[in-house]
């Protein structure tokens, strides 16, 4: 029962993607090249009006169809499987290496019409929801799933008109998978639950065939995993290249030309805004018994906030530092020698011993709808074991309103231990960035 709640919470959460399509801007091709006025942070227009950044936004704000282009992509992904555990290195059912992953996706996506001021802040940005089916040839031990996610990518450099370089992540979740079961399942080490996240990054080659039809090919990255929540927890990882098809369903000649003007970018207004996050998740444990690492039977509950002034840089940038809050219900977990033939006793230390208070460097890309963020830090406060040493965070901020948004995180520790998932609720105070997307 817990198994289909979790799913439908992600899938709820993923299709948050379709509702944010309501809130899209619209933008006017027609617009005239305005004047910067250096007194303040407005722009003028010839030839004497003037219209602040709340203004520009909500001049913009009309129908959806008539501002963005609308596409729908076939994809290819042939792979190879990195031998990252015994499992698919052949100990296995099969008693050989399982090498090679197949996948097929579907996908919608959105973006802002050519050479409007927001296509060039975010140089091409897209956004959308895809399907996904993948086989790697062991459907007995691993199963053939389905992953549904989110994506966004944009250009990194335009080569010709017809020709650029690009990049995507997306980042879902996926199920139907064939877990490691002691009797029926035994050889799977690598994969410990029936729901796994997918992150997966490409870079790719667009070329535009015409205005309806864009070639794409590239490399790509994958890795699945139930971030620490079940073992076993080693998770598969594929590397491989993509070939893929996009009709554009509202595009037009126009898109390929050469434009005739530039529309005017507002100078950004650098500032510190304060991020506020809650987050909470449950973990599995491993402890050290002897010379190896014994997995407790016990999930144990994490929670936590996070405090960043972050400075602006511009409007795809920011950077700052936080303050780390944790409970850890796993740190500083021990197990004493037992009797053979009986359960081995698993002990939690007192509570003091599983709190911490750290510090970290953050560093965030923006984008329409979503925020990367990546930081590393340290705890400074904290009884020392398991809550010793560097840690490092991976974030994904979905936009929920202006002010708030979900966080979705990942925290190792020394670049190599899997630690928690950071799944919460998060809220932005003195935000003065334009409003250019809503």
């Not at 030839?47 to 913009?60: A, E, H, L, M, Y």
């Not at 169809?65 to 052949?90: A, D, L």
């Not at 927890?233 to 009709?247: D, F, V």
């Not at 560097?390 to 929920?400: D, H, P, R, T």
Request: proline share 6%.
């Amino acid at each position: 029962m817990k198994s289909k709640i979790k799913k439908y919470k992600i899938i709820v959460l993923l299709g948050a993607m379709l509702f944010l399509s309501n809130k899209l801007p619209a933008e006017d091709g027609t617009v005239q090249t305005p004047l910067k006025n250096e007194a303040d942070t407005t722009v003028s227009f010839l030839p004497d009006s003037k219209v602040s950044f709340n203004n520009f936004s909500s001049d913009i704000n009309s129908s959806f169809s008539q501002h963005y282009i609308h596409t729908f992509g076939i994809e290819i992904r042939p792979g190879y499987i990195i031998p990252t555990n015994i499992f698919i290195r052949g100990d296995n059912e099969m008693k050989k290496p399982i090498r090679s992953a197949l996948s097929a996706h579907l996908k919608y996506s959105f973006h802002y019409l050519p050479n409007s001021y927001t296509d060039r802040i975010y140089g091409k940005a897209y956004q959308g929801i895809g399907l996904a089916y993948y086989t790697f040839g062991d459907r007995r031990e691993i199963g053939d799933p389905i992953a549904f996610y989110l994506f966004q990518g944009a250009r990194i450099a335009q080569f010709a008109p017809r020709l650029s370089l690009n990049y995507e992540w997306n980042f879902g979740a996926s199920f139907g998978w064939k877990p490691y079961n002691e009797q029926d399942n035994p050889y799977n080490r690598a994969i410990g639950s029936k729901t796994n996240a997918y992150i997966n990054v490409n870079f790719y080659l667009k070329w535009a065939l015409s205005p309806l039809f864009d070639l794409t090919t590239g490399l790509t990255l994958t890795h699945f995993s139930n971030g620490n929540t079940k073992f076993p927890n080693a998770g598969l990882n594929t590397a491989g290249a993509k070939i893929g098809i996009i009709y554009n369903f509202n595009s037009n000649a126009h898109s390929l030309s050469r434009p005739s003007y530039q529309p005017f970018i507002p100078e950004f207004p650098r500032h510190i805004s304060y991020d506020l996050v809650f987050f909470g998740s449950w973990r599995r444990k491993g402890v050290i018994f002897g010379e190896k690492e014994v997995p407790s039977p016990d999930s144990y509950p994490v929670c936590g906030f996070n405090f960043a002034p972050m400075y602006n840089i511009g409007y795809k940038l920011r950077a700052g530092i936080s303050l780390d809050g944790v409970y850890d219900g796993s740190a500083n977990v021990y197990t004493e020698d037992y009797i053979v033939g009986t359960p081995q006793p698993f002990f939690k230390p007192p509570i003091n011993k599983q709190l911490a208070l750290g510090l970290s460097g953050r560093a965030e890309y923006v984008m329409p709808y979503f925020t990367v963020g990546v930081g590393i830090g340290a705890n400074v406060l904290h009884k020392g074991g398991d809550l010793k040493g560097l840690y490092q965070v991976l974030a994904l901020k979905i936009e929920v309103t202006r002010n708030s948004f979900i966080h979705i995180g990942y925290n190792l520790q020394n670049f190599h231990t899997p630690n928690y998932l950071m799944l919460g609720f998060g809220f932005r105070f003195n935000n003065k960035y334009p409003k250019i997307h809503h």
